[in-house]
């Protein structure tokens, strides 16, 4: 295994420090306590750069303290993010960028979060494949307790250690690692974890689990990780159990994580697996429900009958959301669950439009106008029900949103799966 010793002159020089800012002026994100934002930041972007550069060069560089904020779950608990200023972004990201091929080569090929070239599709892949293709249908399926937040710093450097011993490398981690949260007004020292949110910190937490990873591997179990979501995939019911005990006394042993025993359990595939958004099975995968319950929640609220936008905007507001959710879960056996969205979304779009005609008197014009004859039932044009009625089909039909640009659920072909690498 090849240890490096000489790295941090690989930041030292203007072009390592403006490739970062490029790549984190694409990433966008949030101004940090300094409330200087990206586009501030780019104004006088030489002048920035060129002072990151001395300080980075005569070690007299201090990374300012993140920004807390909270994010709501799923599950109705919060997420804690640490926003680093838009200058901290750019020295991590030219501290990933020398880090990044050295450690990643050599982590677990199946370990999927926050890696180049790897997906949530692909862990979701490699999982399916386990389960079908080597019948490993008992699995553990563990959950973490804020992994971010509990990152023992002396392990995070251990780990780094084994590969980099520059001194000055290792100086930087600490100094991020140890630069303390804002809450408020109010400093918070951080005395242990990685706060998402920085740039570096997902590399840093797979450099921290993979020793877990690792270990997995030479007892023999097989695992798929993406980030703090763990499968464990197993022959049997008393398998899984030892695997269960055999990969908590690691976690909270060795790593010193804490692995919450009220969420963490063991799932036939028989009954689904839930990982990522989706419920994979013996025979199928499919969309897990909260995930549907929160995707027709935002259609909802871009589709109000009451916001009085054209049928144009909203489908302009609402085409990127859509294809979102529909280009994720297309890995689940989902094609009947898109045509009933898609039929879904149509009908509110048609609510919209109804509402918006107001009278039926246009409703009938609309009809003659494509060639349907005359009488025509007047129907309540603020009716939810009447948005699926056969007069308003006709007078809006499937082909009339293709027009307008609506994304079509029903044209993405679904149950797809990616190619695997090797196991």
């Known amino acids: ?24 002026n694409k990433s966008k994100g949030a101004a940090g306590i300094d409330r200087q934002s990206l586009s501030d930041y780019a104004s006088d972007l030489d002048n920035n750069l060129n ?25 109705g608990g919060i997420r804690l993010l640490g926003i680093p200023a838009v200058r901290d972004r750019i020295v991590q990201q030219a501290l990933k960028h020398v880090l990044q091929p ?17 997906s949530c599709h692909d862990a979701i892949s490699k999982a399916t494949l386990f389960i079908r293709e080597y019948r490993r249908q008992w699995v553990v399926d563990m959950d973490l307790s804020k992994c971010f937040d509990r990152l023992n710093h002396e392990l995070i450097l251990a780990g780094v250690k084994r590969r980099v011993t520059d001194g000055s490398i290792l100086r930087l981690i600490k100094q991020f ?18 706060p998402q949110g920085g ?21 023999g179990h097989r695992i798929v990780r993406y980030a703090d979501d763990i499968l464990i995939l197993c022959n049997s019911q008393a398998g899984a159990k030892n695997a269960l ?21 063991i799932a036939h ?49 609402l085409n990127p959301v859509v294809r979102g959710f529909v280009n994720y879960f297309r890995i689940a056996n989902c094609k009947r669950e898109f045509d009933k969205l898609a039929g ?70 679904t149950g797809w799966l990616v190619l695997t690498d090797k196991i």
């Open 269 to 317: 595939s028989g009954d689904g697996v839930k990982f990522l958004g989706v419920e994979i099975g013996s025979q199928y995968t499919r969309i897990q429900d909260k995930k549907l319950k929160r995707f027709k929640s935002k259609v909802k609220e871009i589709t109000k009958r009451n916001q009085g936008r054209n049928i144009e905007s909203v489908i302009k507001e």
């Open 177 to 194: 690692l140890d630069s303390g949260v804002m809450i408020g007004d109010f400093w918070e020292a951080s005395e242990e974890g990685s």
């Open 344 to 413: 879904w979304i149509r009908r509110r779009l048609r609510a919209i439009q109804l509402k918006q005609w107001k009278r039926p008197a246009k409703l009938h014009r609309r009809l003659k106008q494509l060639k349907y004859k005359p009488p025509f039932k007047f129907i309540k044009m603020n009716s939810w029900r009447n948005s699926a009625s056969p007069l308003s089909s006709f007078a809006m039909p499937n082909s009339w949103f293709t027009e307008l640009g609506l994304f079509n659920p029903s044209e993405v072909k």
């Open 51 to 75: 002072t990151l550069l001395i300080e980075l060069q005569t070690k007299t560089y201090q990374p300012l303290p993140v920004k807390r904020v909270e994010i709501p779950k799923d599950d």
């Open 102 to 118: 050295i450690f990643d080569p050599e982590f677990h090929p199946s370990s999927y979060g926050y890696r180049p070239k790897r």
């Open 1 to 24: 295994m090849k240890v490096y010793y000489s790295l941090y002159s690989r930041i030292l020089n203007a072009d390592a420090l403006y490739s970062a800012f490029k790549k984190v």
């Open 245 to 265: 005990l055999k990969a908590t006394l690691i976690l909270e042993k060795e790593l010193k994580l804490t692995v919450n025993r009220t969420k963490t359990h």
């Open 199 to 219: 740039v570096i910190s997902p590399l840093l937490a797979n450099i921290y689990l993979d020793a877990f990873d690792q270990e997995m591997k030479r007892r």
